[in-house]
């Protein structure tokens, strides 16, 4: 089931690619949220609960169907400024309009079905209604709607007095560690924006992507499905650390929601990887365990490297390595890029780290 962006009216133009701190403290929240989801998170999960007080906790289970599922639309960018600071992206949640904030938060605590069911109607003119939605989700949510519905201003202070306290307690270090990551696959996509159609670079973003040229469409496999056009739309792409392996998208009617843009909210570490065949994996499994090329991989792994400079390294001769060098590029492994007389080459990291997980993945089908 997927998510089809119709790019065919889509300028280059209105598409911006910027980092946002608080989507990234919404998709950390859902981790603790959900870790089964993210069990390459375990250790930090664990590490974040212990430097929580009690308080907070409650606070986070009693919010978490905000981020648990249906994720909270008002945390992600609400439009194409940048670059945001965590406080920037707090004070526009602050200032936002009420009934759009409300109409986000209904929808959000009903898991997606308030306006699939009542359109944009005030929650607070059908409560019973609204309550019923949320109570066939889970009493959590119920307990949640009925909070929200008691005074949606104060339930927005509430947010906002939790999400500063998570920041100041665990997000703001954490943020510290991962930005310069983030800044470097936000510099990577504009870079991609520049040379590549933008489907193409919308379908690079996750290994679920599929450009459609003729048409100029991109599918997004999702359990979802939706056809969004994006005619007279703004695109936001968000590059992110914590929410692989999901990639989060929104894209509000804008008739609903005029001015907002549609946001995608992708793992970092997922960029421009793709599913591969299994009969390629193994290929690329046996590419990988050759000893030599293995020595060489060791060096493409942190910068790009010519032929000469390898076959010093490691001792072999220009031919040699030239040989081994296009074992890995047939393989889908090795990024090669001309500089001015000179060739240069890396190791395709999300390539290589996708190996494992797509080869177990392909095993468990």
């Known amino acids: 089931m997927p998510i089809v962006f119709d790019l065919v009216s889509t300028g280059d133009s209105r598409v911006v690619v910027r980092r946002s701190p608080l989507a990234d403290l919404m998709a950390l929240l859902h981790c603790l949220a959900e870790p089964g989801h993210h069990l390459d998170m375990a250790r930090d999960v664990r590490a974040i609960n212990a430097e929580l007080d009690r308080p907070v906790r409650r606070q986070l289970r009693a919010f978490a169907p905000l981020w648990a599922r249906f994720r909270l639309r008002a945390l992600l960018p609400l439009n194409t400024n940048r670059p945001a600071t965590f406080a920037d992206e707090l004070t526009e949640l602050c200032h ?19 306006e699939r069911s009542y359109g944009s109607r005030d929650p607070g003119a059908s409560p019973a209604e ?7 989700k889970s009493e959590e949510r119920e307990e949640l709607g009925e909070r929200f519905l008691q005074d949606p201003a104060v339930f927005r202070d509430d947010l906002t007095r939790l999400l500063e306290e998570c920041h100041d307690t665990f997000f703001r270090s954490r943020w510290g560690a991962v ?27 996750t290994p679920g992507g599929h450009y459609l040229p003729q048409t100029a469409q991109v599918a997004y496999d999702k359990l979802q499905n939706a056809f969004v056009s994006g005619a007279g739309r703004d695109f936001v792409l968000v590059p992110s650390v914590f929410t692989k392996p999901h990639v989060v998208v929104k894209y509000e009617e804008s008739r609903r929601s005029p001015g907002l843009p549609i946001v995608v909210q992708f793992p970092v570490a997922e960029m421009g990887a793709a599913d591969v065949p299994l009969r390629d994996l193994q290929g690329r499994m046996a590419v990988l365990s050759d000893p030599g090329r293995l020595e060489l991989c060791r060096h493409l792994v942190n910068e790009h490297c010519t032929t000469g400079e390898l076959a010093n390294r490691v001792g072999m001769s220009a031919q040699q390595v030239s040989r081994h060098l296009r074992r ?33 993945t392909r095993l468990v089908q």
Request: positive net charge; charged residues 25%; hydrophobic residues 45%.
């Open 130 to 136: 609204f309550l019923e939605l949320c109570r066939a």
């Open 179 to 205: 930005a310069p990551q983030v800044s470097t696959a936000e510099r990577e996509v504009r870079e991609r924006l520049s040379r590549d159609r933008l489907g193409v670079v919308l379908a690079s973003l």
């Open 328 to 360: 890995l590029r047939e393989a889908g492994l090795l990024d090669s890029a001309r500089d001015g007389r000179l060739v240069r080459h890396r190791l395709k990291l999300g390539a290589v780290y996708s190996v494992g997980h797509q080869f177990l």
């Open 96 to 114: 936002m309009p009420a009934p759009l904030f409300a109409s986000m938060v209904a929808e959000t605590i009903a898991s997606g079905t308030w």
